[in-house]
Every structure is written in structure tokens, then in C-alpha cells.
């Protein structure tokens, strides 16, 4: 109930959104005088994941426990650009639901919702390259607690004729989780680099790479040291189906979390495999997909911090599937 809740508002925010991009884009002529322009782009999709735990508490077997994921998902975010410097304020939101079996059934759409409010400035010449900083306030719904997080950094992109190259690096600090006396705080580094092929000047074809390194402050628990470091790779396609700024788009990504424990005999690896799709509108803007996607906005949201169900979550239902079907040892 609380998911379906959760759902509709985050549909009402969307549509608020859409609502907010018809008159900005009413207004771009008024900004235009000025020597401004207003564009920006609202996209909405589904995404299924099936992921894997697997916890190893230094026996000879280890114990795993497979979840599966259901995520609708939407993105927005609105630009001022004045000549090439450009502002932009931007949100997403990720209704992560999960389900797993646990000894008397099956615990159905445990709800591990990430949202962010953010925005950037940058410069951008779309003939040649952009440069600037992020950032954003990332909002985690871990065990029905609100974890926040607050993640800043750096990006760039370099334009070629039939090529887009970039690379970001954000630092990030905040909560796992804060239940009474328990207090959890990470904080540590993402990197991603990407290129992208315009197949037409309407087809795109994405191929993303995305690096975690980061600290878990778990001083309550152990005195070691913990870390929570991980990868993922990205593949994605967006084709311009309508010259109004309608696009279609899909894509593929693996990602795989370790947590390592410093002179313990335990770790645990979190694999997800994603398959997503959706629509995007892009407004205020004309021309090719290519086009749009060198003068528009540009993507602030956070692999490990948003697109992915959090780490925690994530492990507490593996390891519950996992005492409930038997898998592998036991610890």
C-alpha cells in the first residue's frame, strides 16, 4: 500500500514536472530577448533487476540468496543557458520494490526508494566540448527510515563529429542508516567515464563505466575498517521517434557491490543485472537527437546511489531468501 502511495506521488511530482516544462517553455521567448534560452527534458521508465547476494563468512561454502527488483523510475530537469555558460536544476526519483521468500512467504514489495534534488553549472561550446561541477541531495528509503546523503564533483564532455566522450568524478558523504543508538555513516568517491555513437544524428548508443569507492563508519559494530566498493557497466539506446522531442530508450547494466570487512572472515558481494526502458520529451529545443542532447541537460543522478536498490536493503533480503531456500552453507 505504502509503495502504491509512494508511486502516485511520485507520478503527481512528474506530472507537476510536465506542467512546469509547457510554461517554461512559453516563457523561453521572454528569456530570448535577453539572450537566454530555457530547455529541458522529463523522461519516464520502468526497470526490472534481478540480483544476487552472496555472503561469506570464511567457511568452506558461502550462502546466497537471489532478489528480484521492480523499479518505475523519472528523471526531469530544467536549463538556462546564456550563451556558453548554463545553469540547471534537476530530480529524480527511483521506486525500487523489492521481493524475496522468507520461511512464512514471500516479502513482497519492500520498498527502497532513492530520490535526489540537484543542479549544475557549466560551461558548453556543443561544437566542441563542456565543462563544469554537480551536485545534488540524495534521499535513500532504507528499512523505512530516511537515510540523506549529500554528493558533489566534477564533469566533462568532449565533442566530436559522430562521438560524445565524458567523465565525472563526485565525492559523496551521509547516512546508511540511523535507527536510535545505531548509526551508520558512508562516504567516498564515484568515477564514470562514457562514450557515445550517433549511429543517425537520431540513434545514440551508450556505453557507460561507473567505479565505487567508498568507507563505511561502523564503529558501533566493529573497530575494523569497512568497505564498500564496487563497478558497473552501462549499455543504452535512445532513438528520436518523434521531431517534437519525443525519444524512446533502453538499456542494459551489471553492477556488482563489495563489502569487505578488515581482519574478519566475512564479506559480501551484491551482483544486479538491470534491463530498463522508457520515454523521454525533451522542450525548448529543436533539431536532431544529437542535437538536443549537446544543448540540453545533463545527467546528474547517481549509479550506486540511486539507480541500484541500496546496499543494506538489499543484503537483509539476500540473506532472508537465503535462510529460506537453503542456500549454499550455513554460517
Known amino acids: 500500500m505504502i509503495g502504491k502511495l509512494k508511486l502516485s506521488a511520485s507520478a503527481a511530482a512528474l506530472a507537476l514536472l510536465v506542467a512546469g516544462a509547457v ?24 526497470m526490472f533487476d534481478w540480483q544476487k547476494a552472496d555472503f561469506d ?30 545553469v540547471q536544476a534537476d530530480f529524480a526519483y527511483y521506486n525500487h520494490q523489492g521481493d524475496a521468500d522468507v520461511g512464512l512467504g514471500k516479502l ?19 561544437s566542441y566540448a563542456a565543462l563544469g561541477v554537480s551536485a545534488s541531495w540524495v534521499n535513500q528509503d532504507v528499512l523505512s527510515k530516511d537515510s540523506d546523503t549529500f554528493r ?14 565524458g567523465a565525472s568524478a563526485h565525492y559523496f558523504n551521509g547516512e546508511v542508516i ?7 555513516d558512508q562516504d567516498g568517491f564515484e568515477l564514470a567515464a562514457w562514450g557515445r555513437f550517433y549511429a543517425t544524428p537520431d540513434l545514440s548508443l551508450m556505453l557507460r563505466g561507473d567505479a565505487l569507492l567508498s568507507n563505511i563508519d561502523a564503529d558501533q559494530i566493529t573497530d575494523e575498517d569497512v568497505d564498500l566498493n564496487g563497478w558497473a557497466i552501462t549499455g543504452e539506446a535512445e532513438y528520436l521517434a518523434w521531431d517534437k522531442g519525443l525519444s524512446v530508450f533502453g538499456g542494459l547494466r551489471y553492477a556488482q557491490r563489495s563489502l569487505d570487512v578488515d581482519n574478519e572472515d566475512f564479506d559480501v558481494d551484491i551482483d544486479d543485472t538491470q534491463v530498463y526502458a522508457g ?45 529460506a531456500s537453503g542456500g549454499g552453507g550455513a554460517p
Open 178 to 184: 540511523n535507527i536510535g543508538p545505531l548509526d551508520i
Open 57 to 86: 563468512f570464511g567457511q568452506e561454502d558461502s550462502v546466497d540468496g537471489d532478489v528480484d527488483w521492480n523499479t518505475p523510475f523519472g528523471e526531469a530537469g530544467g536549463l538556462v543557458t546564456c550563451g556558453g555558460f548554463n
Open 108 to 126: 513482497e514489495d519492500v520498498d527502497a526508494d532513492n530520490s535526489h534534488f540537484g543542479g549544475a553549472l557549466f560551461w558548453r561550446d556543443p
Open 279 to 323: 520515454l523521454k520529451f525533451y522542450f525548448g529545443q529543436d533539431g536532431t537527437l544529437q542535437d538536443r542532447q549537446r544543448t540540453g541537460t545533463v545527467d546528474n543522478t547517481s549509479v550506486f546511489l540511486e539507480k541500484l536498490p541500496n546496499a543494506l536493503t538489499s543484503g537483509i533480503l539476500g540473506i532472508a531468501n537465503a535462510a
Open 23 to 46: 510554461s517554461s517553455a512559453q516563457a523561453a521567448d521572454v528569456v530570448a530577448d535577453e539572450g537566454c534560452t530555457i530547455s529541458g527534458a522529463v523522461g519516464i521508465g520502468y
Open 152 to 165: 558533489g564533483g566534477v564533469f566533462g564532455e568532449f565533442y566530436m563529429e559522430n562521438f560524445t566522450l
